[in-house]
């Protein structure tokens, strides 16, 4: 059972959008919850998901009546660039344009399924909908992400995560250049109030902090820096939103105002460079680095 109170970006939508958006879950399945009986609004069966739902509202959503979600296969046609592993765990470095896990939209071809023919035991590591995921990237950002293969490692990392002690360093080429070389970006970050398919700066979100240091600046075609960020926290799309929250936002993400004609870019520049961690089981002291994805190497050279 899923309990939300509907926040500010959710006032006034209609019930099965926020239904789809919460379970993450289709429009369609949303609406056949609704229809079965699987929703409550203030207590009150809903009985159609046209309904327009007003912030402060409570909803109940019965997940147990919705279609079983298939798991995950093995797909050997998805190629990952394996970077290291061992019986715990596996370093791969990321594609654009590959996303994590299966969800609304994705069914298959996913870096799961690609990691379950390889390494066929990740099935067993943490949510069976997405086995061995403990943190992801966006479908457009490349780099480093690690995965568990084994339920204690699983365990060990989301700790170790939640504890800040995942050290996760990206590097972005972001519009404009920052008034000041270095500096921490503290602010909460939430499902934005005009979109809620989109996230923002708001009150009401949740913590989120981004360090931030500018590696280099350039003019041509217009000004545009290249920034190094490490994350303290992990919100969804935290580096994208923070910088387009001080007016640099990442060259070529559409979805928070970085792509311009200028400087035309295919997915959001951003690429997760170095991560180090404590290895979840033995202790030992992991660090690695990922090369800058040609893409952007070929974007930065236009760059001066």
């Given at each position: 059972m899923?309990?939300?109170?509907?926040?500010a970006a959710?006032n006034?939508?209609?019930?099965?959008?926020?239904?789809?958006?919460?379970a993450d879950?289709?429009r369609a399945?949303a609406a056949s919850?609704?229809q079965?009986?699987?929703v409550v609004?203030?207590?009150?069966?809903?009985?159609?998901?046209?309904?327009?739902?007003?912030?402060g509202?409570?909803?109940?959503?019965?997940t147990?009546?919705?279609p079983?979600?298939?798991?995950?296969t093995?797909?050997a046609t998805?190629?990952?660039?394996?970077?290291?592993?061992?019986?715990?765990?596996?370093?791969?470095n990321k594609n654009?344009?590959?996303?994590?896990?299966?969800?609304a939209?994705?069914?298959?071809?996913t870096?799961?399924n690609?990691?379950?023919?390889m390494?066929p035991?990740?099935?067993?590591?943490?949510d069976?909908?997405?086995?061995?995921?403990?943190h992801?990237l966006d479908?457009?950002?490349t780099g480093?992400m690690v995965?568990?293969?084994?339920?204690?490692?699983?365990e060990?990392?989301?700790?170790?995560?939640?504890?800040r002690?995942v050290?996760?360093?990206y590097?972005?080429?972001?519009?404009?250049?920052?008034t000041v070389?270095?500096?921490t970006i503290d602010a909460?970050?939430g499902?934005?109030?005009?979109?809620?398919?989109?996230?923002g700066?708001?009150?009401d979100g949740k913590?989120?902090?981004t360090?931030?240091?500018?590696k280099?600046?350039?003019d041509?075609?217009?000004?545009?820096s290249l920034?190094e960020?490490?994350?303290e926290?992990g919100r969804?799309?935290?580096?994208r939103?923070?910088?387009?929250s001080?007016?640099?936002?990442?060259?070529?993400?559409s979805t928070y105002?970085?792509?311009?004609?200028?400087?035309?870019a295919?997915?959001?520049?951003l690429?997760?460079a170095q991560?180090a961690?404590?290895?979840?089981i033995?202790g030992?002291s992991m660090?690695?680095?990922a090369?800058m994805?040609?893409?952007?190497?070929?974007?930065?050279?236009r760059?001066s």
């Open positions: 899923l309990n939300e109170i509907i926040p959710l006034d939508q209609r019930l099965d959008r926020i239904v789809a958006l919460v879950v289709s399945s919850l609704i079965a009986g699987g609004v203030d207590g009150v069966c809903a009985e159609t998901g046209k309904t327009k739902i007003a912030e509202q409570s909803i109940s959503i019965d147990a009546l919705l079983k979600k298939e798991l995950p093995a797909d998805v190629i990952l660039d394996v970077v290291y592993d061992d019986t715990d765990i596996v370093v791969i654009a344009g590959l996303v994590v896990h299966p969800g939209g994705n069914p298959t071809g870096m799961v690609g990691a379950l023919a390494f035991e990740m099935a067993s590591a943490g069976p909908l997405r086995p061995g995921v403990v992801r479908a457009g950002t480093l995965m568990a293969k084994t339920q204690a490692a699983y060990a990392l989301v700790d170790a995560l939640s504890k002690e050290k996760r360093t590097l972005a080429l972001v519009w404009g250049h920052p070389l270095s500096g909460p970050i499902r934005d109030q005009k979109d809620p398919t989109r996230m700066v708001v009150v913590a989120a902090r360090r931030f240091e500018v280099s600046k350039f041509l075609p217009l000004p545009s920034v960020c490490n994350l926290t969804t799309h935290q580096i939103v923070h910088l387009e001080i007016g640099h936002p990442v060259v070529g993400d105002g970085g792509a311009r004609s200028s400087l035309s295919p997915r959001p520049m690429h997760a991560l961690f404590l290895h979840p033995s030992q660090s690695f680095e090369e994805p040609d893409d952007m190497k070929a974007l930065l050279a760059c």
